[in-house]
């Protein structure tokens, strides 16, 4: 049977969206909130960290030489959501967070 062509466009140009669907489904911070807009924010929060961390990825293959973009082989969106924070905190690299 032939695809569909809408199956194919879809296969074809959404699948960076697919993709961040994908990840956002199993690294999200899943608040519970009684306001939907509490929801929808944090929502959007996570979303932005994910395609900020897909563009990251893809940043970092298309410029292998640049020595800012080095990071470890296995680096993962955890890795990434805790380097953004250290970098939003002020905070260094490795060391202890701080404790309230």
């Known amino acids: 049977m032939k695809q569909p062509i809408v199956v194919h466009n879809y296969n074809q140009y959404l699948n960076g969206g697919n993709r961040s669907d994908q990840i956002l489904a199993t690294n999200n911070t899943l608040r519970k909130c009684l306001w939907w807009w509490k929801a929808l924010f944090f929502h959007m929060i996570d979303t932005a960290i994910v395609n900020s961390f897909i563009l990251f990825q893809l940043h970092h293959a ?27 905190a002020g905070l260094q690299e490795y060391d202890q967070p701080p404790v309230f």
């Open 62 to 88: 298309a410029n292998p030489e640049k020595e800012k973009l080095t990071r470890p082989n296995k680096y993962s969106l955890p890795e990434f959501r805790e380097e953004l924070v250290r970098q939003l």
